[in-house]
């Protein structure tokens, strides 16, 4: 079985355009601290605005439809949100130590039956220093991954801090969606 086929145009990709503008647009420092929080507070705006999208958008906290899972490693693996039932699967991290491979390794998986996948990996302020050394160029190996997932595999990597960003000129959003 090989990866979903995926095209970067029509309704899904310009559906993909929407959700990278509100990923950007939206408040990670002041949602929650936890990743079950993160989760609910991006799910609840994305539901919103679910009528700016050509496609359906299914969330695990809305009962009236289901997220579609994958198969793999014996055992089912369902993504946080969804845009179409095999469109863009969403997956939201809560970084405290560990969590990066792991996100990447379900980006993979959910590849397998999405045709895009968005993943939010939110840094909390205890690793404020892996955010400023990934927003400060210090972390140029994982960029040239994370820039090889985007325009290879369609995977969408986006890193946000949970906290404020004091430094001045420091990004709000590390975005690799190209």
């Known amino acids: 079985m090989g990866y979903a086929a995926s095209k970067r145009r029509g309704a899904l990709w310009e559906d993909a355009h929407k959700l990278n503008q509100i990923i950007h647009d939206f408040p990670f420092n002041t949602t929650g601290k936890s990743e079950r929080e993160f989760e609910t507070g991006f799910s609840t705006a994305l539901m919103a605005t679910r009528s700016i999208f050509k496609n359906k958008v299914i969330s695990q906290i809305d009962k009236s439809s289901t997220v579609r899972s994958v198969f793999c490693f014996g055992k089912n693996h369902r993504p946080d949100l969804t845009i179409n039932e095999d469109g863009i699967a969403l997956e939201i991290k809560f970084v ?3 969590g990066l491979k792991q ?14 996948v968005f993943l939010i ?5 205890e690793r404020k220093h892996v955010y400023e050394a990934w927003a400060t160029g210090k972390e140029k190996d994982l960029e040239d991954i994370l820039s090889d997932l985007s325009s290879r595999m369609n995977i969408f990597t986006y890193i946000v801090p949970a906290f404020n960003i004091t430094q001045p000129g420091m990004k709000k959003c590390l975005s690799f969606f190209r």
């Open 121 to 125: 990996l939110i840094i909390s302020e």
């Open 96 to 98: 405290e130590y560990e």
């Open 103 to 116: 996100a990447i390794g379900q980006g993979y998986v959910y590849r397998l039956r999405y045709k895009f």
